[in-house]
């Protein structure tokens, strides 16, 4: 059971890093938009498409599950401070949802990957 969560667990987090990398792609416009409000330049949509998209596929593949999810939850920690708006309850729940995310991240890199994975070494059943 434990590993068909694990699996589970993977998939999801997965689903919103894929999901955040295709909404760059489509609309990097609202991305850059966020980094230049930060004075931050409009050009690092890109490295974050390219990030948010190959984390996702380690995620679902099972590969350098501990690592990528100790990368993702600093990645929600630091991305967290863009939503930090006390004003705006909208932007305080999605500030809040990075914070759980990073929580969910960092279970998953206690756990690892389960038995489930593609083309790599499964953790011997226990």
């Not at 998209?53 to 993702?72: D, K, M, P, Q, T």
């Amino acid at each position: 059971m434990n590993d068909v969560l694990l699996l589970i667990s993977r998939m999801l987090i997965a689903a919103l890093f894929l999901g955040g990398a295709v909404q760059k792609a489509l609309s990097p416009q609202d991305a850059s938009a966020l980094l230049a409000g930060f004075g931050l330049p409009m050009a690092l949509v890109w490295p974050a498409l390219i990030y948010n998209a190959a984390a996702g596929v380690g995620l679902l593949l099972g590969w350098g599950v501990r690592w990528i999810a100790l990368s993702l939850a600093a990645y929600c920690a630091v991305t967290s401070l863009f939503h930090l708006i006390p004003d705006d309850p909208w932007q305080m729940s999605i500030f809040v949802k990075n914070w759980a995310i990073a929580g969910g991240c960092l279970a998953l890199a206690v756990a690892g990957p389960g038995r489930w994975v593609v083309a790599g070494r499964a953790r011997p059943t226990t």
